[in-house]
């Protein structure tokens, strides 16, 4: 029997709101494959919101484009980890995720 290494490359797919000031937050997907599916699943990585511009819809904005790429790449799921207090569960329930798992909440995607 023989072990042998496969590297496979994965897209990462970035999304920044900008102001007058700079990056007022970004947001990225990781798409991965696997064999036990056809299609690819999704991360969602690197939420971040300059603390000057929280409250006003920018992580919505972009947790909202999150999603619709994953979709529209025919992604079956989309994943995020979160640390407690950074991104809590309530936020992310709004969006439709479900906690699977102590620190992962998973989306369901239509495809």
């Not at 290494?5 to 102001?19: A, G, H, N």
């Not at 971040?48 to 790429?69: M, N, Q, W, Y």
Request: proline share 4%; charged share 25%; hydrophobic share 40%.
């Amino acid at each position: 029997m023989q072990s042998t290494r496969v590297v496979i490359e994965t897209i990462q797919i970035k999304f920044e709101v900008t102001d007058e000031k700079g990056q007022a937050g970004r947001a990225s997907i990781v798409l991965v494959s696997n064999e036990l599916h056809p299609v690819p699943y999704a991360l969602l990585e690197d939420v971040f919101v300059r603390e000057d511009v929280r409250g006003s819809g920018v992580s919505t904005e972009l947790v909202r484009s999150c999603i619709k790429e994953a979709s529209s790449r025919g992604c079956y799921k989309l994943i995020l980890c979160h640390t407690p207090g950074i991104l809590t569960a309530w936020y992310a329930r709004k969006f439709g995720f479900k906690l699977s798992g102590n620190m992962e909440m998973r989306l369901d995607l239509p495809g």
